[in-house]
Nanobody, 115 residues
Framework: QVQLVESGGGLVQPGGSLRLSCAASTTRFPANPMGWYRQAPEKERELVALFNRDRSIKYADSVKGRFTISRDKTMSTIFLQMNSLKPEDTAVYYC?????????WGQGTQVTVSS
């Protein structure tokens, strides 16, 4: 089964930046769609940014203009550049990919925005 591994989380001050990465264990076939979700304490998991099936990109309103999703040319690794971070961005960030009928989640990476 395909595995997704996130990295790049950490502690950052408000206004700072972080870049998350999510690497799939296979480059033979890319996930479609594939994207980033996050879950803050006592809140439901929510979409952050997503490559749709038609390759269009969707962002949550709360991150538009601050976060950018991208992927490498193998389309098996995606990134999330997060700028102008706010305390409310604090959450565990998860990568998700759909491989055929299989929905795969990464283990998550903690992002904490605090002074």
């Amino acid at each position: 089964q395909v595995q997704l591994v996130e990295s790049g989380g950490g502690l950052v001050q408000p206004g700072g930046s972080l870049r998350l990465s999510c690497a799939a264990s296979t480059t033979r076939f890319p996930a479609n769609p594939m994207g980033w979700y996050r879950q803050a304490p006592e809140k439901e998991r929510e979409l952050v940014a997503l490559f749709n099936r038609d390759r269009s990109i969707k962002y949550a309103d709360s991150v538009k203009g601050r976060f950018t999703i991208s992927r490498d040319k193998t389309m098996s690794t995606i990134f999330l550049q997060m700028n102008s971070l706010k305390p409310e961005d604090t959450a565990v960030y998860y990568c998700q990919g759909i491989y055929g009928s299989a929905l795969v989640w990464g283990q998550g990476t903690q992002v904490t925005v605090s002074s």
